[in-house]
């Protein structure tokens, strides 16, 4: 675990369950700066590792979702590590600057995930390290065209910013949402790559007026009203990639063999995820938000689980959670908080048609008597 961030005790800062602050005093306000790329997010507690060695693109490519073999020199992608069942173990943030590939990760995988990384490298010209005490990252909505409020590392000559590729359907990619007002496009969400002995200095700026800061449920607010998956967040030990919609920026349909693609593939083809994602509208007249694991219930029954809640700037209570394929969209759902049921409305992410794209006909029984048509 990161040591705790110089930001923490910057004025008005509340910790969070790690080393950042959750919030600077003003809820509102900090998300609107954010909205505006006018504010960054310490995201210090979080991990990094480095894969270095020529390698090391090839080796991720065959060992992850996307297509990283020809990632080019400051590009930015996103990949899953899955069981062999397609159950997702990892979700890695990646970019590449030519002479290393930098991994941006969960505090809670860092350790296992570059401990696995290592244990694969066999033969290969591929070296491992988890370098998270030696790097940070700040996050920051970044609108097109426009400078990153703090300057990047560049130890090879190439920034280090990380594009959220959530933005747009990534080639090879598949998106189940409907096209027609996904939230994506306004979240244009960066990761700014640091030594982590420039916190100090963020933090002195920050003090000083020069830098406005937001705290972490700002970027939280933000990501579930966007739909996008966080690893933290919505995935537990049955998630594949299906039901979050994350086929859309972290897995390539068409790229080589990898572990767990024969449960992308049939999924994605022939079946239907047995979960999907939603955003729930939640009733704001308690002032109660769910936390993550609160059951979502319908006539009585549980039929799904809270990943994600907060309070958005705009739309008031809003989570995002994983329920039944088969839930009807328009059935009527309730949260329970703390003995209270909160009123929910959701809104569809994932469809309950999600999947069975190839449209297979199908087939009669072996020995069925087939009749002639009238």
């Known amino acids: 675990m990161p ?27 900090e998300q609107r700066m954010l909205a505006a790329g006018r504010a960054i997010v310490d995201l210090s507690d979080r991990g990094v590792i480095t894969v270095t060695g020529p390698d090391r693109l090839t080796w991720l490519d065959s060992l992850t979702s996307q297509s990283l073999a020809t990632l080019d020199a400051g590009q930015s992608a996103e990949t899953l590590l899955l069981d062999p069942n397609g159950r ?33 490298r066999f033969m290969l010209r591929v070296e491992v390290a988890d370098v998270s005490q030696q790097w940070a990252t700040l996050g920051q909505l970044l609108p097109v065209g426009s400078p990153p409020l703090v300057e990047p590392a560049a130890p090879n000559g190439v920034p280090l910013v990380w594009h959220d590729p959530w933005s747009a359907v990534q080639v090879g990619g598949w998106q189940y949402a409907a096209e027609d007002g996904h939230p994506a496009a306004e979240f244009p969400a960066v990761e700014i790559l ?22 972490a449920l700002a970027l939280e607010a933000l990501r579930i009203a966007a739909w996008r998956p966080r690893f933290g ?56 938000l769910p936390g993550h694991g609160a059951p979502v219930l319908h006539e ?8 994600s809640s907060a309070r958005h700037h705009e739309l008031g209570p809003i989570a995002l959670a994983v329920v039944k394929r088969s839930l009807d969209p328009a059935a009527a759902l309730v949260v329970e908080v703390d003995g209270v049921a909160i009123a929910a409305a959701q809104q569809v992410i994932v469809p309950t048609d999600a999947g069975a794209t190839a449209g297979v006909p199908r087939l009669p029984r072996l020995g069925a008597v087939q009749r002639p048509q009238a």
């Open 3 to 29: 040591d705790i961030s110089p930001l923490l005790a910057l004025p008005g800062a509340v910790a969070g369950a790690g080393t950042t602050a959750d919030h600077y005093g003003d809820l509102v306000a």
């Open 88 to 120: 997702l173990e990892h979700s890695i943030r990646i970019i590449d600057d030519g002479v290393t590939a930098w991994l941006l990760v969960e505090a809670s995988q860092t350790a296992a995930l570059a401990a696995w990384l290592d244990r694969m």
């Open 194 to 215: 640091v030594e982590r002995d420039r916190l100090a200095e963020v933090g002195v700026a920050a003090r000083a007026g020069e830098l406005p800061v937001a705290g």
């Open 233 to 288: 967040g919505e995935v537990d030990d049955r998630t594949i990639p299906h039901e979050l919609d994350w086929l859309r920026s972290a897995v390539h349909l068409s790229k080589g063999c990898y572990r767990g693609q024969e449960t992308v593939a049939k999924v994605h083809n022939l079946g239907h995820p047995p979960r999907r994602l939603v955003m729930l509208h939640l009733d704001g007249s308690d002032a109660l």
């Open 300 to 307: 009585g029954a549980a039929v799904g689980t809270i990943t």
